[in-house]
Each structure stands twice: as C-alpha cells, then as structure tokens.
C-alpha cells in the first residue's frame, strides 16, 4: 500500500518513514505543501499522512487542493490541538486527525481503520433516496436536488451504514465500529462531529434533522 507523508520537520518525517515502511507500506516523503501535491500526483498514494503547519501551501490547503480530484483517505498528524484546527480541516475534507505527540501503535491503528475503508468494487446495490438527496450505493455517488454532493470516505461509509439499516436504530458503538474499528468504540465526538458534517451537505435543515436522527443517548437513526 502506497502512503504519502507530508511533514516539514525532518526528524518525524524520518522516524516515519522508518516506522512504516518496516509494516511493509511504500512510503513516499514531502516537506513542504507544494511538494506534497506534486508526489500525490505523480505517485497517486493509497493513504495521506499530512501536517497542517508546513510551508508554502499550508496542510489546509493541501487537503483543499486534493479533494479536487481524488477522495484518497487523509490522516492529519500535527501539533495543533484547538478544536477549530481540527474542524477546518475535517471541514476541507480530512478523514481523521491525530494530534502530536503521539505513539506508533496508534497511528498504525488509524491507518489501519482508514485503509479498511478504501473504496472496493462496485456490485449490483439499490438507489437510496431521501428528500431531495439521491444515494448509488453501487457507484459511491451522491447529489442533491441533482447536483453532486462530495463526501469524504469516512462521511461515505458513515452514511453507507445508516443507509443499509433505514428505520433502524444504530447504536453509537456499532458505528463506531463499522466506520473507526473496534478501539475506537469510546470516541463518540467523532460520531457527532461526522454527523453534523453530513447533515450540512444532506439535511434541508441541518439543525433540525429529518433523515439522520439523533437517538439521545443511545445512537442514530436514518429515516426515508
């Protein structure tokens, strides 16, 4: 599996670099964010690992730039620990964000749980539909009122499990499971934080969800 880590301060680049490519990753290094987009392109990378304070086109900018043409998972890894960091890059289309400084065993984990969710080969599924939203879960395409909706994998997958349950309540831990892994079953500000994020792209009134319910306490809901 190919990954490419952008990070401008060498000494974590290289342990990196190490780390993964002993667990048999092909590993391509940037740093800087210009450098970043040009290896992306070239190399077409499997999985993004990317910090946020680099030089030149900032981690934002390059998360911004590659959601315009693919939908490769992003792992940010940076220094920053304010929740408006994290938010704006979730926002430009991150799939997860660890914070520095932090251990192997759990960065190993994430890209794990990230790899689990690569888009696999389309078969024969139905054409989901809510409101003005219309859902191909066969083609992993979405839009609304006509028009397409970009998700990010994890927005993707989350939605793709609340779809295939349609009435049904889904509990906070098998979602958390389904969509992070089995260690991740505590992390419920992941759950609220995706939600919301689809909400905004899919619900005609965000604040006030028709589709994707909260079931207070408990877990969510899709409703047709």
């Not at 974590?12 to 092909?26: E, K, N, Q, V």
């Not at 910090?51 to 086109?57: F, I, Q, R, V």
């Not at 520095?100 to 749980?113: N, S, V």
């Not at 790899?115 to 219309?134: I, K, Q």
């Amino acid at each position: 599996m190919k990954v490419l880590i952008a990070d401008d301060d060498p000494q974590i680049l290289r342990a990196l670099r190490i780390t993964l490519a002993a667990r048999g990753y092909d590993v391509t290094t940037a740093a800087d964010g210009r450098a970043a987009l040009d290896a992306a392109a070239a190399t077409h990378p499997d999985l993004v690992v990317l910090d946020l304070g680099m030089p030149g086109l900032s981690g934002v900018e390059v998360i911004q730039a590659l959601r315009g043409w693919t939908t490769v998972p992003i792992l940010v890894v940076s220094g920053r620990t304010e929740s408006w960091d994290k938010v704006e890059a979730l926002d430009a289309g991150a799939d997860d964000y660890v914070t520095k400084p932090f251990a192997a065993d759990e960065l190993l984990a994430r890209l794990r749980a990230l790899s689990r969710r690569l888009p696999a080969a389309a078969t024969d599924e139905p054409v989901v539909t809510f409101g003005d939203v219309s859902v191909d879960l066969a083609a992993r395409v979405v839009t609304r009122a006509g028009a397409p909706v970009r998700l990010t994998p994890t927005e993707w997958r989350l939605l793709e499990v609340l779809l295939r349950h349609p009435g049904r309540l889904v509990t906070r831990e098998t979602l958390l499971t389904e969509v992070w892994g089995p260690q991740y079953t505590s992390d419920t500000g992941y759950l609220r934080l995706y939600l919301s994020q689809l909400r905004k792209k899919l619900e005609p009134e965000p604040s006030a969800p028709r589709h994707l319910v909260t079931e207070s306490g408990m877990g969510y809901r899709f409703t047709p």
